[in-house]
Nanobody, 122 residues
Framework: QVQLVESGGGLVQAGGSLRLSCAASGRTFSRYAMGWFRQAPGKERVFVAAITWSGGSTRYADSVKGRFTISRDNAKNTVYLQMNTLKPEETAVYYC???????????????WGQGTQVTVSS
């Protein structure tokens, strides 16, 4: 099991930027693909971005391509999500999660963090 703790959320104006971090502990972090998901109030949790264990491949939801960047530092056991040009509709709780392979499907992820709130004001 991997323990995951997200940070970096907060309040930002539309068009602004935030960088989320997800610190991992427990089993070897570098063995896992990592993903970011988000859940807006009253809506289902949806995929945002994912990265392979090596960082060599990434995948993004169409809605964030060109604005969000996922990266990882295996030496620091941390995965990041750089979010630029944020929109009010992207207000949500953002979760990081660990999986055995790169996936955009939530059920493929084994361990989840508790989430960090991102609020984008108009």
């Amino acid at each position: 099991q991997v323990q995951l703790v997200e940070s970096g959320g907060g309040l930002v104006q539309a068009g602004g930027s935030l960088r989320l971090s997800c610190a991992a502990s427990g089993r070897t972090f570098s063995r896992y693909a990592m993903g970011w998901f988000r859940q807006a109030p009253g809506k289902e949790r949806v995929f945002v971005a994912a990265i392979t264990w090596s960082g060599g491949s990434t995948r993004y939801a169409d809605s964030v391509k060109g604005r969000f960047t996922i990266s990882r530092d295996n030496a620091k056991n941390t995965v990041y999500l750089q979010m630029n040009t944020l929109k009010p509709e992207e207000t949500a709780v953002y979760y990081c999660a660990a999986a055995n392979y790169l996936s955009a499907v939530g059920h493929d992820y084994l361990d989840w963090g508790q989430g960090t709130q991102v609020t984008v004001s108009s």
